[in-house]
């Protein structure tokens, strides 16, 4: 696991309430849709912002990379490609804690 | 070992599963403590039951409805003006309770006849109220009132008035979790989507979790009103009943207190397709985040940055006078669940205060998740804590200054330690800007005050008292 990933994964742990929403498919959709969102934004790129869901994505995403951008220099000198790796394992770092190894019993309850 | 057994837990050795101890580089994934189940029998528990939950927390908080309690009159009184939520309506959820009294005679023959007297009463005598919240209690559900069908015959004979039934007795759950649960999704089932709202702004939000505790909600309202953003519903601080019903409306769920309203913003996404933001409102640095976010989605994110910019102006030199005066205080939060993630970054970021030990009477799993990630190392963990546990605690950590409810406060006075009233506050509001120098002011004059202090010198003792008192003798 890249250690640059891991900063961020303790940035995420200790600043982002989406990552811990009731259920786990509720905390899948964040972290998949947030960090893709987080992804296009680092990489320069518009991302969609065309449905309600997408625009809450957005606005999660947003303040998220505003805070790596201010401190986590070296992310400003990663290319395309890098951000994409880090930023994958990141997704695989807060689906490991917040969903398959959570000790978390509510999270499979199938109503809220 | 990270899960602790306390000394005074050594014969109730089940409570090690509920007291965390975070050592460096765990995770909760590694450690959690369990929350949410049967408080052990033979520990003295602090929790509140379920109709407390629906009642004292969220119904009772809305500014413009009967709250009669089919119960025992003890359980209204209970849970009347014990926390504190103001109105911009005189106060209505402060100064008046209701309840339909019920003796033994009524448990031995049914209290439906005296509910349905007590609502019409209720309606006779406040003309001007035309909506109820309806509870049930422990005794009236034992014996079987059938609450809904009352409350449907007064509809039907009161076509003007609405009635909410929440069938919640005290002894449905294991905390009054169990009646923030019963009465969001009761209120999704029953009432949203009942009322249309008239819409003002192409940026309207519902504001879920906030409870307008001393103020909070209308103090957040002045952020939302500069912003252009109108609220439909605020899920329940300084609320009508019937903004409620329109909660369908909205265009964003923005959730404070995820524990007591979660649910229904996450029913409010599956049933209407509203999206859900959660946000911190208690801290400088959350509440611009939260600001930032809702901005955010909207696409009005210079209005926010400008807001921000002037509450810092206005409140951020004050803080920052309090910051200097308690860094390195060490404080304990013993509060219901939420409060403990959102306030521990929160002080210590914006206050430079430490948290060295939290306790959550009603908080779940994920209220742990969330508290242990953001939380330090060689801070305890604590679901569902008894009293035997909050003195050894105090003795291994030592705190400065605890953020609790009163009934515990008045054990932690006798100790000399200075507490402010974590649930209902000492002087609000505490959300937002003015209100975490409000929150920070109380801690300083709780941290400074020398009474506690002299409060624990026995005067009998000293050199001039002996001289005294030989004299005397």
Known sequence: ?112 | MPMILLDCDKDIPERQRHIYLKAPGESTKDFLPIANVATIPGTLSERGCAFCGAKLVIGGVVKDAIQMIHGPVGCAYDTWHTKRYPSDNGHVPLKYVWSTDMKESHIVFGGEKRLEQSINEAFDAMPHMKRMFLYTTCPTALIGDDVKAVSKKVMQERPDVDIFTVECPGFSGVSQSKGHHVLNIGWVDQKVGSVEPEIKSPYTINFIGDYNIQGDTQLLQTYWDRLGIQVIAHFTGNANYDELRSMHRAKLSVVNCARSAGYIANELKKRYGIPRLDIDTWGFNYMAEGIRKVCAFFGIEERGEALIAEEYAKWKPKLDWYKERLKGKKMAIWTGGPRLWHWTKSVEDDMGIEVVAMSSKFGHEEDFEKVVARGREGTYYIDDANELEFFEILENIKPDIIFTGPRVGELVKKLHIPYINGHAYHNGPYMGFQGFVNMARDIYNATHSPLLGLAATDIRRTAKAKLALKEVA
């Open chain 1, 1 to 112: 696991m890249d250690a640059r990933a891991e900063e961020l994964f303790d940035y995420v742990q200790e600043r982002c309430l989406w990552q811990f929403h009731s259920r786990s498919w509720d905390r899948q959709e964040n972290i998949e849709g947030i960090i893709t969102k987080g992804i296009e934004l680092l990489q320069g790129k518009t991302p969609a912002a065309d449905t309600p869901k997408d625009r809450c994505f957005l606005a999660d995403a947003r303040i998220m990379v505003a805070d790596f951008r201010s401190g986590f220099p070296w992310i400003k000198d990663a290319d395309a490609a890098e951000i994409q790796q880090v930023m994958e394992q990141l997704a695989q770092l807060l689906v490991d804690v917040t969903v398959t190894h959570s000790k978390n019993r509510e999270l499979s309850h199938h109503l809220y």
